[in-house]
């Protein structure tokens, strides 16, 4: 089962309430910690932030414009991260690229209205359809992040039963969230999964994933996600061609909201903005629109089109398509230069 994997202590700020430069002295917490049998409820944060601490600004680059979204094109300084973030649908077996219970099948264009997504072939085109289960309220929160083959394991039952997650990125050497997972279940370990839904918190990947099926799925864990020490392992391998990336702190500034991203564990484009993400420690709320999803059709209709990754930032107010361009933007708005 999933164990601490060197975890660093460190100090912890309250997210998006105001937000202070890394290594400042953090005020008071008050959590609820019981036993697995009974719920537990999440953490209540209250902070006075400290007379000497510059207020932070969030803008956009100067001349900043939105990149056009090119389908299924590759930047060339790019290819070689993208294929190296595609090495783990091999070892995983595409776990994380499609909704449970998908199925497709290749329709006449004209069975499908043009205010409707779908794939194209020539002059057909794909239907695609799932089975999810019980929707729920709120997102469920999960402090992981990217470098962790258990925590991996819980990003793809999150893309398989499309949930929305708000994550806490908890990288090594992090001065926000990994103090607040012990203050609240005792330890730091990941990942650490909150259902502010039901108060239920708990570490354990297997646990974690077993819970939400049962809460969210129809009960039945995946295969590929049922092999025990083998799944830990082949998750391990899926993370070589990266190299540890999304696994260390970068200094940054922690926003006052949460970011939001349309994104599902199995891309590789959606992993390379995954990382920058967790290194910059920034909270996002992550809309799992794995094929099949019923919410590729409300991003079709928000933007025009569909495509993974899509960035919204409530902070700065830009939105945009292009993992390589939102990489590049998450750097010059929150890292601390």
Not at 45 to 74: D, H, I, W, Y
Not at 142 to 158: D, L, Q, S, T
Request: hydrophobic share 35%; proline share 11%.
């Amino acid at each position: 089962m999933a164990k601490a994997l060197n975890l660093i202590p460190s100090s912890i700020f309250p997210p998006f309430l105001s937000p202070t430069i890394p290594k400042r002295k953090f005020c008071t917490i008050r959590a609820t910690t019981e036993s697995s049998e009974t719920p537990q409820t999440s953490a209540s944060v209250q902070t006075k932030p400290e007379p000497s601490s510059p207020p932070l600004t969030f803008a956009p680059p100067p001349n900043f414009k939105p990149p056009e979204p090119k389908r299924f094109g590759v930047r060339p300084d790019k290819v070689w991260d993208v294929l190296g973030a595609a090495l783990a649908l091999f070892f995983r077996l595409g776990t994380g690229v499609f909704v449970s219970g998908y199925s497709f099948s290749f329709v006449s264009k004209n069975d499908i209205p043009s205010d409707q997504y779908a794939l194209e072939f020539n002059d057909s085109k794909v239907k695609e359809t799932s089975k999810v289960g019980p929707r729920p309220a709120k997102p469920i929160e999960i402090y992981e992040f990217e470098g962790c083959p258990f925590c991996r394991k819980v990003r793809e039952i999150v893309a398989v039963l499309d949930l929305d997650v708000l994550f806490y990125p908890c990288p090594q050497g992090g001065p926000n969230f990994r103090r607040k997972v012990a203050e609240m279940g005792g330890k730091q370990q990941f990942p650490y999964m909150v259902d502010p839904n039901t108060g239920v918190s708990m570490y354990e990947s297997d646990d974690i994933i077993k819970y939400l099926v049962g809460k969210y799925g129809d009960g039945t864990v995946p295969f590929a996600l049922s092999l025990g020490l083998l799944t830990t392992l082949t998750a391990g391998f899926a993370m070589i061609g990266r190299a540890g990336k999304g696994s260390r702190y970068s200094p940054s500034k922690l926003p006052p909201k949460p970011l939001l991203v349309w994104a599902y564990e199995g891309s590789p484009f959606c992993k390379l903005v995954r990382e920058v993400l967790v290194e910059l420690e920034l909270p996002h709320i992550y809309r799992s629109c794995a094929r099949g999803s019923p919410k590729r059709q409300i991003l079709f209709e928000k933007t025009g089109r569909f495509q993974a990754p899509y960035l919204e930032d409530p902070n700065t107010g830009v939105e945009m398509f292009e993992s390589a361009e939102i990489v590049e933007y998450l750097k010059a708005t929150y890292a601390l230069q």
